[in-house]
T-cell receptor, first 114, second 116 residues
Framework: GAGVSQSPSNKVTEKGKDVELRCDPI?????LYWYRQRLGQGLEFLIY????????KSGLPSDRFSAERTGESVSTLTIQRTQQEDSAVYLC????????????FGQGTRLTVV | AQSVTQLDSQVPVFEEAPVELRCNYS??????LFWYVQYPNQGLQLLLK??????LVESINGFEAEFNKSQTSFHLRKPSVHISDTAEYFC??????????????FGAGTRLAVHP
C-alpha cells in the first residue's frame, strides 16, 4: 500500500478482555516498530522487528503484551486481560531498515478500556 | 546506553517569537538525526533530517536544525513561529542494529504551544 495501515482505528473494550491490533507496513520495509502514546504523553517504545533478526522486546511493559510479525509482512500486537491503564493510542511505523532512513507512521489505533 | 533526550517537555511561546526545541543524544558511533512533528489529532510525519554534509538542515515550513557533533545536539529552531506550528515535536536518532540494519530511537517529545 501507499502508507502504513493500522486497524482498527478505534477500539473500545471491556477491562479483562483481550485485544488484537494490526499493522500493515509499507511493502518492502524490513523494520517495524510499535509505540504507545498515552493522552498528552510522548512516544513509549514497545517492540522492534527487523528482518529475520530477533525482535527487540525491551519496551513491552508486561507479559500481557506480545507481538508477532511473519517475515516482512503484517504485525499484530496483542494485549491480554486489558486494564484501564492500557488505554492509549498504539502507533505502528515501518522503515526500509537501512542506516539513515526514516520511519513512516500509521495513524494509530485508539484503544479505550472501560 | 544510547539515548535521545529532549530537555523540555513543553515550550509555550507567543506568535512571531523565535523558538528553540532542544535535543541531545548519546552515542559512541556516527548517527543520523531526525525531527518529526505531530499536529493535533494527526499522525507523526518527518519534518527534517540530517544524514551528512552541511550540519544545518532546513524544512519547507521555516524550521531548521543544526547538528553539533561536539555537543551531541540537534536543536530545532524557527525564527518566527505561527499559531499553526502548535504541535508535538519528536527528535530521533538512527543507530546501527544487528545484521547491518538500523534502529530509530525517539525522544519523549516537546509540546510546542504557540499563543496569539
Amino acid at each position: 500500500g501507499a502508507g502504513v495501515s493500522q486497524s482498527p482505528s478505534n477500539k473500545v473494550t471491556e477491562k479483562g478482555k483481550d485485544v488484537e491490533l494490526r499493522c500493515d507496513p509499507i511493502s518492502g520495509h524490513t523494520a517495524l516498530y510499535w509505540y504507545r502514546q498515552r493522552l498528552g504523553q510522548g512516544l513509549e517504545f514497545l517492540i522492534y522487528f527487523q528482518g529475520n533478526s530477533a525482535p527487540d522486546k525491551s519496551g513491552l511493559p508486561s507479559d500481557r503484551f506480545s507481538a508477532e510479525r511473519t517475515g516482512e509482512s503484517v504485525s499484530t500486537l496483542t494485549i491480554q486481560r486489558t486494564q484501564q491503564e492500557d488505554s492509549a493510542v498504539y502507533l505502528c511505523a515501518s522503515s526500509p531498515g537501512i542506516l539513515g532512513t526514516e520511519a513512516f507512521f500509521g495513524q494509530g489505533t485508539r484503544l479505550t478500556v472501560v | 546506553a544510547q539515548s535521545v533526550t529532549q530537555l523540555d517537555s513543553q515550550v509555550p511561546v507567543f506568535e512571531e517569537a523565535p523558538v528553540e526545541l532542544r535535543c541531545n543524544y548519546s552515542s559512541s558511533v556516527s548517527v543520523y538525526l531526525f525531527w518529526y512533528v505531530q499536529y493535533p489529532n494527526q499522525g507523526l510525519q518527518l519534518l527534517l533530517k540530517y544524514l551528512s554534509g552541511s550540519t544545518l538542515v532546513e524544512s519547507i515550513n521555516g524550521f531548521e536544525a543544526e547538528f553539533n557533533k561536539s555537543q551531541t545536539s540537534f536543536h530545532l529552531r524557527k525564527p518566527s513561529v505561527h499559531i499553526s506550528d502548535t504541535a508535538e515535536y519528536f527528535c530521533a536518532v538512527s543507530l546501527p542494529f544487528s545484521g547491518g540494519y538500523n534502529k530509530l530511537i525517539f525522544g519523549a517529545g516537546t509540546r510546542l504551544a504557540v499563543h496569539p
